[in-house]
């Protein structure tokens, strides 16, 4: 497993893309859109088949989750133009380190780790996890990328 983090880690630094170590503040003011388009593309094309605000595309390795494409609904794939405010970049390509975000807990249940559940917020098993509403799950409330949003 550090051998593959380590792999990781040489091409992340390699592309500019360093691990956020200085808390949420930071991580939300850095970053920025990908300079690729075909990852800005995928991203878009997630938040329109999901019918959801935004989507990211990121990889894990056991202590960070590296985010390489993230686009809205109506976001331009080749600028930084935005139809409205929501739409201008969130997190941006970067590194994130793993606790803060979602995906510790859904890669457990994909994982086997954790069991399949179903709630009136969530339903996850090992080919998909769905949090229909973050606002409403305990866990993820009160985090700085939930709150206001």
């Known amino acids: 497993m550090l051998h593959l983090q380590l792999t990781l880690a040489r091409y992340f630094r390699s592309a500019g893309i360093e691990p956020v170590r200085a808390g949420v503040e930071r991580a939300l003011a850095e970053g920025g859109r990908s300079s690729d388009a075909t990852l800005t593309a995928l991203a878009q094309l997630g938040s329109l ?3 959801c605000e935004r989507s990211f595309i990121s990889l894990i390795d056991t202590s960070h989750q590296y985010i390489i494409g993230e686009a809205t609904r109506s976001h331009a794939l ?7 405010p929501s739409d201008a970049i969130y997190l941006g390509v970067r590194a994130l380190e793993l606790h803060w975000g979602v995906c510790p807990t859904t890669i457990q249940v994909f994982t086997g780790a954790r069991k399949p559940f179903t709630s009136n ?12 509403d973050f606002t409403a799950d ?6 700085e990328y939930i709150v206001g949003w």
């Open 138 to 143: 305990p866990t993820y409330a009160d985090r």
């Open 49 to 51: 088949k999901l019918q």
């Open 121 to 132: 917020v969530i339903t996850a098993d090992p080919d998909f996890y769905i949090i229909r």
């Open 78 to 84: 080749y600028s930084d133009r935005v139809a409205s």
